[in-house]
């Protein structure tokens, strides 16, 4: 649809855009992106016809642009630039009807029925109908926004070239029209090229991606390829890191601030505990950085407090996670800051315990009763049944954690618990074999991220050496604990 | 359709207000005219089987010879002038703009007091030396500032045209006032041209203008959608499939070409080239293709009135027309602003 081949231009005698060379094709929706003064809205401008360029060649549909008319252009090239002047005031339908101007023809062209359907159209797809008769200088940035892209929609083109589309439009607005984008490429064969600044919008929504540097191509692929950190930090010169998107399969950045997230140098020890008949809680001074399968705060996250709650074994809500936060509330906890886990074991029963080696340091607390304990290899043979979680593993860490070694401390915690399970003969009374734990197990990994550096945390690593060692006692502390308690009633 | 209807409504009153204009125009003077007695003359002029036998042929010959050629000429000065402001206001994205801006007026006004300085003739016009060589110092101005323009800034950016227009009408008013201080007894007459008049011209000057006053408005009604994309900037017309370049240069020679001509024949009328297309655009919105027509159907009733009021105020002296412009022109158009923005404030504009 659109080649461009070894182009070079600017203003006056400075080259803007220097060699520059890509392909689009038809119904795709391919994002430009680079730093300030890249060179990306010159580029724009001479594909655009706006701008000369002096070499290179600009070919849309096989022919050079040059051999086509203003008007010629316009009607496959519409244009939504990221400025626009409005000197006097036009109503909104007389500026979108203006985008109709390639299509009429002759010195006195009438306004047909065709062209009212189509600009009709394009206002209600743009959300502008209703103010339709307004002016446009009465309208807020956003909707003005709005306003041309209806007009540059209303040239029926093939191919819509956008300077940063989304500038002055609010978040909703920012996905509905790329969303309507996306669409009509996929739809009408419509083919965008587009400005970005945001690149976590840009590798959500394009096909294909050109990474400007200084005006010339630093790379030109799909997004996966093109927003890796190292790119990005070299051509941005800023501190990004990747993050994969929650539900789509596209990277996404985000920036490392200067200001770092734990300056403070904070242990987290047994001090920070507080152990009632109700709960136990312990409240950072700073944020952590969690994993956990709580009932409130569960996924990854920052956290500042922890809550074990001790609920009645007959605890029964059909909205348990809402009940959890407002007990939460109740006492002076923030849900939204908080990892929140059921038990039905007498909280006072815990067993933690603070393990050190030079470096380093790991808090482990545990409460532990295995009245449904499940022999996980038979796990099938068991009922499906909600019951709060009687085996509770906590493990604070003092230091910083790869993602990979929070997940290994996740496995290495299991494992101790299994092992700790066998010793104390815990046996599944549905299959009548050891159990390896109960059916509603929870786990906590926090670390500080401040301090020594683990990136891995595997059994025999010297961070998995802690992690076993401290689960292993302290489930076994708190299962004799529990033990005891029921023997004495 | 409301605003269809709207639309023809705003035709029906410029109409309206020009044809009450033009017989208020005839109709009033030191011999007045009864309204009745100008429509069968006129009438018998154009259907030449009508009888005014009844009608005193003084009257006949006021009307047909002094008043209708002094009104018809304030009315196409009137309306070039408006028209051409309109046309540079929307292609100069400036509401400040006016038919002066480029320079072109004070171009034709160094014809004219050459001519009245140096008090020669040309052979074969005769009387017609002044506004012929002001028509042409007129033209030579447009050329040598679009050309100025060009040299600087080939894209002709609306910056480089206003600011050459300055700085040219600055150079050649100048050169007015120097021929000004130069002279002796032709002070009063160098002047009263320069404040413009319609006064004894007779039908000739309106020969001399009408050519050039239909073929500008035919030029720039017919860029009307040109200068609506323009309004929104250069870059966006582009966008929108006009030639930017092109147009632009067709647009500023054509509403040269009609500011060229009406200060010709009547010298530099102030005002009605500022003010009756941002009325205009005010009361009926800024779309070209409307704003055009009824710019020069305002502009020409706003002079005749204006012409009528300075023949008449203190007769027998005649005011200069370009003083009258401005001095009710200023006052009328400052209420009307205040009249908007308080139908604004209280919420009525819809």
Same mark, same amino acid.
């Given at each position: 649809?659109?080649?461009?081949?070894?182009?070079?231009?600017?203003?006056?005698?400075?080259?803007?855009?220097?060699?520059?060379?890509?392909?689009?094709?038809?119904? +795709?929706?391919?994002?430009?992106?680079?730093?300030?003064?890249?060179?990306?809205?010159?580029?724009?401008?001479?594909?655009?016809?706006?701008?000369?360029?002096?070499?290179?060649?600009?070919?849309?549909?096989?022919?050079?642009?040059?051999?086509?008319?203003?008007?010629? /252009?316009?009607?496959?090239?519409?244009?939504?630039?990221?400025?626009?002047?409005?000197?006097?005031?036009?109503?909104?339908?007389?500026?979108?009807?203006?985008?109709?101007?390639?299509?009429?023809?002759?010195?006195? &062209?009438?306004?047909?029925?065709?062209?009212?359907?189509?600009?009709?159209?394009?206002?209600?797809?743009?959300?502008?109908?209703?103010?339709?008769?307004?002016?446009?200088?009465?309208?807020?940035?956003?909707?003005?926004?709005?306003?041309?892209?209806?007009?540059?929609?209303?040239?029926?083109?093939?191919?819509?070239?956008?300077?940063?589309?989304?500038?002055?439009?609010?978040?909703?607005?920012?996905?509905?029209?790329?969303?309507?984008?996306?669409?009509?490429?996929?739809?009408?064969?419509?083919?965008?090229?587009?400005?970005?600044?945001?690149?976590?919008?840009?590798?959500?929504?394009?096909?294909?991606? /050109?990474?400007?540097?200084?005006?010339?191509?630093?790379?030109?692929?799909?997004?996966?390829?093109?927003?890796?950190?190292?790119?990005?930090?070299?051509?941005?010169?800023?501190?990004?890191?990747?993050?994969?998107?929650?539900?789509?399969?596209?990277?996404?950045?985000?920036?490392?601030?200067?200001?770092?997230?734990?300056?403070?140098?904070?242990?987290?020890?047994?001090?920070?505990?507080?152990?009632?008949?109700?709960?136990?809680?312990? *409240?950072?001074?700073?944020?952590?950085?969690?994993?956990?399968?709580?009932?409130?705060?569960?996924?990854?996250?920052?956290?500042?407090?922890?809550?074990?709650?001790?609920?009645?074994?007959?605890?029964?809500?059909?909205?348990?996670?809402?009940?959890?936060?407002?007990? /939460?509330?109740?006492?002076?906890?923030?849900?939204?800051?908080?990892?929140?886990?059921?038990?039905?074991?007498?909280?006072?029963?815990?067993?933690?315990?603070?393990?050190?080696?030079?470096?380093?340091?790991?808090?482990?607390?545990?409460?532990?009763?295995?009245?449904?304990?499940?022999?996980?290899?038979?796990?099938?043979?068991?009922?499906? %049944?909600?019951?709060?979680?009687?085996?509770?593993?906590?493990?604070?860490?003092?230091?910083?954690?790869?993602?990979?070694?929070?997940?290994?401390?996740?496995?290495?915690?299991?494992?101790?618990?299994?092992?700790?399970? %066998?010793?104390?003969?815990?046996?599944?009374?549905?299959?009548? @074999?050891?159990?390896?734990?109960?059916?509603?197990?929870?786990?906590?990994?926090?670390?500080?991220?401040?301090?020594?550096?683990?990136?891995?945390?595997?059994?025999?690593?010297?961070?998995?050496?802690?992690?076993?060692?401290?689960?292993? *006692?302290?489930?076994? +502390?708190?299962? %004799?604990?529990?033990?005891?308690?029921?023997?004495?009633? | 359709?409301?605003?269809?209807?709207?639309?023809?409504?705003?035709?029906?009153?410029?109409?309206?207000?020009?044809?009450?204009?033009?017989?208020?125009?005839?109709?009033?003077?030191?011999?007045?005219?009864?309204?009745?007695?100008?429509?069968?003359?006129?009438?018998?002029?154009?259907?030449?089987?009508?009888?005014?036998?009844?009608?005193?042929?003084?009257?006949?010959?006021?009307?047909?010879?002094?008043?209708?050629?002094?009104?018809?000429?304030?009315?196409?000065?009137?309306?070039?002038?408006?028209?051409?402001?309109?046309?540079?206001?929307?292609?100069?994205?400036?509401?400040?703009?006016?038919?002066?801006?480029?320079?072109?007026?004070?171009?034709?006004?160094?014809?004219?007091?050459?001519?009245?300085?140096?008090?020669?003739?040309?052979?074969?016009?005769?009387?017609?030396?002044? #506004?012929?060589?002001?028509?042409?110092?007129?033209?030579?101005?447009?050329?040598?500032?679009?050309?100025?323009?060009?040299?600087?800034?080939?894209?002709?950016?609306?910056?480089?045209?206003?600011?050459?227009?300055?700085?040219?009408?600055?150079?050649?008013?100048?050169?007015?006032?120097?021929?000004?201080?130069?002279?002796?007894?032709?002070?009063? *007459?160098?002047?009263?041209?320069?404040?413009?008049?319609?006064?004894?011209?007779?039908?000739?000057?309106?020969?001399?203008?009408?050519?050039?006053?239909?073929?500008?408005?035919?030029?720039?009604?017919?860029?009307?959608?040109?200068?609506?994309?323009?309004?929104?900037?250069?870059? &966006?017309?582009?966008?929108?499939?006009?030639?930017? *370049?092109?147009?632009?240069?067709?647009?500023?020679?054509?509403?040269?070409?009609?500011?060229?001509?009406?200060?010709?024949?009547?010298?530099?009328?102030?005002?009605?080239?500022?003010?009756? #297309?941002?009325?205009?655009?005010?009361?009926?919105?800024?779309?070209?293709?409307?704003?055009?027509?009824?710019?020069?159907?305002?502009?020409?009733?706003?002079?005749?009135?204006?012409?009528?009021?300075? &023949? @008449?105020?203190?007769?027998?002296?005649?005011?200069?027309?370009?003083?009258?412009?401005?001095?009710?022109?200023?006052?009328?158009?400052?209420?009307?602003?205040?009249?908007?923005?308080?139908?604004?404030?209280?919420?009525?504009?819809?």
């Amino acid at each position: 649809m659109l080649k461009v081949e070894q182009l070079s231009g600017g203003y006056a005698r400075e080259l803007i855009v220097k060699n520059v060379s890509f392909r689009v094709g038809e119904g +795709e929706l391919f994002g430009v992106l680079g730093p300030n003064g890249s060179g990306k809205t010159t580029l724009l401008k001479m594909i655009s016809g706006i701008l000369p360029f002096q070499q290179g060649r600009i070919t849309i549909k096989g022919q050079s642009i040059k051999s086509y008319t203003m008007k010629e /252009l316009a009607k496959m090239i519409a244009v939504l630039s990221q400025h626009s002047s409005q000197a006097f005031s036009y109503t909104v339908k007389e500026t979108v009807s203006l985008g109709r101007y390639a299509h009429q023809d002759g010195w006195f &062209r009438s306004w047909s029925d065709e062209d009212e359907r189509i600009v009709q159209e394009a206002m209600g797809q743009t959300g502008i109908a209703s103010f339709q008769h307004k002016s446009i200088q009465d309208l807020s940035g956003g909707e003005r926004q709005r306003v041309f892209l209806a007009q540059a929609l209303v040239q029926e083109p093939e191919i819509l070239l956008l300077d940063e589309p989304t500038n002055h439009l609010d978040l909703s607005y920012q996905k509905e029209l790329l969303d309507l984008l996306k669409k009509w490429t996929r739809e009408k064969g419509l083919t965008v090229v587009s400005i970005f600044h945001d690149l976590n919008l840009a590798s959500l929504y394009c096909d294909r991606l /050109l990474l400007l540097e200084n005006g010339g191509v630093h790379s030109n692929d799909i997004p996966n390829e093109v927003v890796k950190v190292e790119k990005i930090k070299e051509v941005y010169h800023t501190d990004v890191e990747k993050h994969p998107h929650p539900s789509i399969p596209v990277p996404q950045m985000v920036l490392l601030p200067k200001y770092g997230a734990n300056e403070a140098n904070v242990v987290i020890e047994p001090s920070y505990m507080q152990i009632n008949k109700e709960y136990i809680s312990l *409240q950072s001074p700073i944020p952590l950085r969690t994993m956990s399968s709580g009932v409130v705060g569960s996924g990854l996250g920052w956290h500042h407090t922890f809550v074990n709650r001790h609920v009645d074994k007959s605890y029964d809500c059909a909205d348990h996670r809402q009940e959890m936060g407002q007990f /939460l509330r109740e006492r002076g906890f923030e849900p939204s800051e908080t990892i929140g886990m059921m038990t039905a074991v007498h909280v006072e029963d815990v067993a933690y315990k603070l393990l050190k080696v030079d470096d380093f340091s790991v808090l482990v607390i545990v409460t532990a009763g295995v009245g449904n304990a499940v022999d996980a290899s038979k796990s099938v043979e068991h009922s499906f %049944e909600l019951i709060p979680g009687t085996i509770n593993t906590w493990i604070f860490i003092n230091g910083k954690l790869t993602e990979e070694a929070f997940i290994q401390s996740v496995m290495t915690a299991t494992e101790a618990k299994v092992k700790a399970m %066998e010793n104390q003969k815990v046996v599944d009374m549905v299959t009548g @074999t050891i159990a390896t734990g109960t059916s509603t197990d929870s786990i906590l990994i926090a670390a500080t991220q401040t301090g020594k550096e683990l990136e891995f945390a595997g059994t025999i690593t010297p961070l998995g050496k802690l992690i076993s060692q401290g689960v292993f *006692q302290c489930t076994t +502390e708190a299962v %004799e604990n529990s033990r005891k308690r029921k023997q004495q009633l | 359709m409301k605003r269809r209807g709207q639309r023809a409504f705003a035709y029906i009153i410029a109409i309206a207000f020009l044809l009450i204009a033009i017989l208020l125009g005839i109709s009033i003077g030191t011999v007045s005219v009864p309204i009745g007695n100008i429509i069968q003359i006129i009438g018998a002029e154009i259907f030449r089987f009508i009888s005014i036998d009844h009608i005193d042929p003084m009257q006949t010959n006021i009307v047909l010879s002094i008043r209708l050629p002094r009104v018809i000429l304030a009315g196409l000065v009137g309306a070039a002038l408006a028209i051409a402001g309109a046309a540079f206001q929307g292609l100069l994205r400036n509401p400040l703009a006016d038919p002066y801006t480029l320079g072109v007026s004070s171009g034709a006004s160094v014809g004219a007091v050459l001519t009245l300085f140096f008090q020669f003739s040309l052979p074969f016009v005769g009387a017609f030396t002044l #506004p012929l060589l002001s028509i042409l110092f007129a033209f030579l101005t447009i050329f040598v500032v679009l050309g100025f323009a060009r040299k600087i800034d080939r894209a002709m950016k609306v910056e480089t045209i206003i600011l050459t227009g300055i700085i040219f009408s600055s150079f050649l008013g100048a050169f007015i006032s120097l021929l000004i201080a130069l002279t002796g007894e032709e002070l009063r *007459q160098i002047i009263g041209w320069l404040l413009g008049s319609v006064s004894m011209r007779g039908w000739s000057y309106i020969q001399i203008i009408l050519p050039f006053f239909i073929l500008g408005s035919i030029i720039l009604i017919a860029n009307s959608k040109e200068l609506n994309a323009m309004s929104f900037g250069e870059e &966006r017309a582009q966008h929108l499939g006009v030639n930017v *370049q092109r147009r632009k240069m067709i647009i500023l020679i054509a509403g040269s070409i009609l500011t060229g001509a009406a200060v010709a024949v009547s010298g530099t009328i102030g005002f009605v080239g500022l003010v009756i #297309p941002h009325l205009t655009r005010t009361l009926w919105g800024p779309d070209h293709t409307h704003l055009l027509p009824l710019s020069i159907l305002t502009g020409s009733g706003f002079l005749i009135l204006a012409d009528l009021v300075s &023949r @008449t105020i203190i007769s027998p002296i005649e005011l200069p027309i370009g003083v009258i412009t401005a001095l009710i022109g200023a006052p009328a158009f400052g209420i009307i602003l205040m009249k908007r923005r308080s139908a604004e404030r209280s919420g009525s504009d819809a």
